[in-house]
């Protein structure tokens, strides 16, 4: 008996940390959507993809997937999913090209949120979008090269979750679709989350951070860092981030640490639901997840053998002191 009401307890743990998540989402999804259709209404979208053209064509993209693009930058990944959804349904891609798209999801999202919460805890704004939106375009261009030149994924993608459309193209019609796309999106979550808890159990977490370890070290993150660096990136970059004030705060983590870390995360952070979210749009793990890895690795390994990385003192940054001025 005590392992079923365990078993209950758990399950309600969950289903209420996913209805929390998904409450959080329509909160930010909802006002995204219109704000893009009353834009795409206005003409903004051709404009957009115009102004994004030439970042676009560098990468080997379509410059419609420009308005994805800026709709994840500003907001998340799940609301750029829909908005790629919308464009995938009547332009084809080839799998090369939805896994660049995926890519540049991964690496540059949620800039306002996660570019905060990095300022927090030390690392200034104009880092934090150099790093993320010039590496994300680095690695997209690369990317495009490889694939070009190797042949690979240049066959049409298969778009693993696409909610039917409805035959409606009016507004009455495109309402429909984003509800139907957004109460589909709840179990994706609790499927996610369940997924997460499942891999934790199995010790996939524990196995990631023994890949990860000696790699970190070798970057130059020290021991102590270390361990929040892979909370970050099987969590998130907020969850990361959080611990890594924390530990600020107490003196236990130097600031080079705590720069190269967030450094670390901003490019590569919860590698496990980000990355299984966006394989649903039909991308490649040899671009979302493994290129990813190693651009992450390799830059971060130049960044700590700058110059400027060598005089980062001993004393918290500015931003972390004022971050807890008043507690």
Same mark, same amino acid.
């Given at each position: /008996?005590?392992?079923? !009401?365990? $078993?209950?307890?758990?399950?309600?743990?969950?289903?209420?940390?996913?209805? =929390?998540?998904?409450?959080?989402?329509?909160?930010? /999804?909802?006002?995204?959507?219109?704000?893009?259709?009353?834009?795409?209404?206005?003409?903004?979208?051709?404009?957009?993809?115009?102004?994004?053209?030439?970042?676009?064509?560098?990468?080997?993209?379509?410059?419609?997937? +420009?308005?994805?693009?800026?709709?994840?930058?500003?907001?998340?990944?799940?609301?750029?999913?829909?908005?790629?959804?919308?464009?995938?349904?009547? %332009?084809?891609?080839?799998?090369?090209? &939805?896994?660049?798209?995926?890519?540049?999801?991964?690496?540059?999202?949620?800039?306002?949120?996660?570019?905060?919460?990095?300022?927090?805890?030390?690392?200034?704004?104009?880092?934090?979008?150099?790093?993320?939106? #010039?590496?994300?375009?680095?690695?997209?261009?690369?990317?495009?090269? @490889?694939?070009?030149?190797?042949?690979?994924?240049?066959?049409?993608?298969?778009?693993?979750?696409?909610?039917?459309?409805?035959?409606?193209?009016?507004?009455? +019609?495109?309402?429909?679709?984003? *509800?139907?796309?957004?109460?589909?999106? @709840?179990?994706? &979550?609790?499927?996610?989350?369940?997924?997460?808890?499942? !891999?934790?159990?199995?010790?996939? %977490?524990?196995? &990631?951070?023994?890949?990860?370890?000696?790699?970190?070290?070798?970057?130059?993150?020290?021991?102590?860092?270390?361990? *929040?660096? &892979?909370? #970050?990136?099987?969590?998130?970059?907020?969850?990361?981030?959080?611990?890594?004030?924390? %530990?600020?705060?107490?003196?236990?983590?130097?600031?080079?640490?705590?720069?190269?870390?967030? $450094? @670390?995360?901003?490019? $590569?952070?919860?590698?496990?639901?980000?990355?299984?979210?966006?394989?649903?749009? #039909?991308?490649?793990?040899?671009?979302?997840?493994?290129? =990813?890895?190693?651009?992450?690795?390799?830059?971060?390994?130049?960044?700590?053998?700058?110059?400027? /990385?060598?005089? *980062? #003192?001993?004393?918290?940054?500015?931003?972390?002191?004022?971050?807890?001025? +008043?507690?």
């Amino acid at each position: /008996m005590s392992t079923l !009401l365990r $078993c209950r307890k758990e399950a309600t743990a969950l289903l209420g940390e996913s209805l =929390r998540v998904y409450w959080a989402l329509l909160k930010v /999804m909802v006002p995204a959507l219109l704000a893009v259709k009353l834009l795409d209404m206005l003409g903004g979208t051709a404009l957009l993809g115009k102004l994004l053209s030439p970042l676009m064509q560098l990468m080997g993209l379509p410059d419609s997937l +420009g308005i994805v693009w800026a709709t994840v930058l500003l907001t998340n990944i799940y609301t750029a999913m829909m908005v790629f959804l919308d464009i995938a349904a009547h %332009e084809t891609l080839t799998g090369a090209q &939805i896994t660049i798209m995926g890519t540049l999801l991964l690496l540059a999202h949620s800039l306002p949120v996660e570019g905060a919460v990095a300022k927090a805890a030390g690392v200034s704004w104009r880092l934090t979008l150099t790093l993320r939106i #010039g590496g994300a375009l680095v690695l997209g261009m690369l990317l495009h090269w @490889f694939y070009a030149a190797t042949g690979w994924l240049q066959t049409p993608g298969q778009v693993l979750w696409n909610p039917a459309a409805s035959a409606d193209t009016g507004v009455v +019609g495109w309402l429909m679709d984003q *509800v139907v796309t957004l109460l589909t999106i @709840f179990p994706i &979550i609790l499927a996610l989350l369940t997924l997460l808890k499942v !891999l934790r159990w199995l010790g996939i %977490e524990r196995l &990631i951070h023994a890949l990860l370890f000696p790699v970190l070290r070798i970057l130059g993150i020290g021991k102590d860092a270390a361990n *929040v660096t &892979i909370i #970050g990136v099987t969590l998130g970059l907020s969850y990361g981030a959080g611990i890594l004030i924390r %530990e600020a705060r107490s003196g236990q983590l130097q600031p080079r640490d705590i720069m190269l870390t967030l $450094c @670390f995360l901003g490019l $590569c952070h919860s590698v496990i639901e980000d990355t299984l979210l966006v394989v649903l749009m #039909g991308a490649d793990l040899s671009g979302i997840l493994w290129a =990813r890895l190693l651009f992450a690795v390799v830059v971060i390994g130049i960044l700590a053998r700058l110059p400027f /990385m060598r005089r *980062v #003192g001993v004393t918290l940054p500015l931003t972390v002191k004022e971050s807890f001025r +008043g507690d």
